[in-house]
């Protein structure tokens, strides 16, 4: 509630909220407020210029109705630039005709990080990026690579970043979510999913989370005490 109070203040004196995170805690929307998993709702921000959603352990799957009402929840500040979806199981697609006109105009970004796709606003679809500047607002942030994704999602993600560098875009953050295995002889990273990951050039930061959550869901105490360790 302290937070809530600090954040709430800040928007009403207009002061710039760079980036709201929230880490396990995002419950749901329910048509004005973000509900949260302690059972209290957060209001409407007119200053926040980013969210971030963070999903629970191995789960959360937001639904189509879920993703508007974060874009409508954002598009509220005048400010607001980045929705990020982290750990989350996103819609195959969503249906254009619900997707806020003003969210096209301001060409607000919804990013999928572990997936490494952005949401056309157009379409509904979630696409690679193939542009220099959508490739380098993606890379503004962390993006990750899970263990428990897919093969097919995680090669997406290392050719996503493998053409980062390639190109000398900067790579703010790659996490390794329980999915590091090793380091090869050349160098190269080596996941529990047997994909080589090649040294990325342009990358400022890794973190490397270790341990292995015993089940699905809320974290146990042991999730709590190993997932945020970062190397």
Known sequence: MSTMLLL???????IPISHLRLEWSFSGFDGKDIRLESGLSLSILLSVEKIS????????????????????YG???????????????VPSSIKPDIIPEESRSRNIKVISSNEARYLDLISGQWRKPDDIQTITEM???DLSILRYT?????????EFLVEASNHDIPIFCVKLVWSFSKIDEDGNIILSSGLSLPILKSMKRMSIH????AAPGYPTMGDIREAPQEN
């Open 139 to 141: 890379c503004s942030g």
């Open 75 to 89: 598009i509220q500040s005048s400010r607001f630039k980045e929705l990020w979806l982290n750990n989350c199981k």
């Open 150 to 158: 897919s093969e097919s999602v995680q090669r997406s993600v290392i």
């Open 210 to 213: 270790h341990g292995l959550p």
């Open 8 to 14: 709430e203040i800040a928007s009403s004196h207009n």
């Open 53 to 72: 959603i963070t999903a629970r352990i191995k789960k959360q799957e937001l639904t189509e109705e879920e993703v508007i009402g974060l874009i409508k």
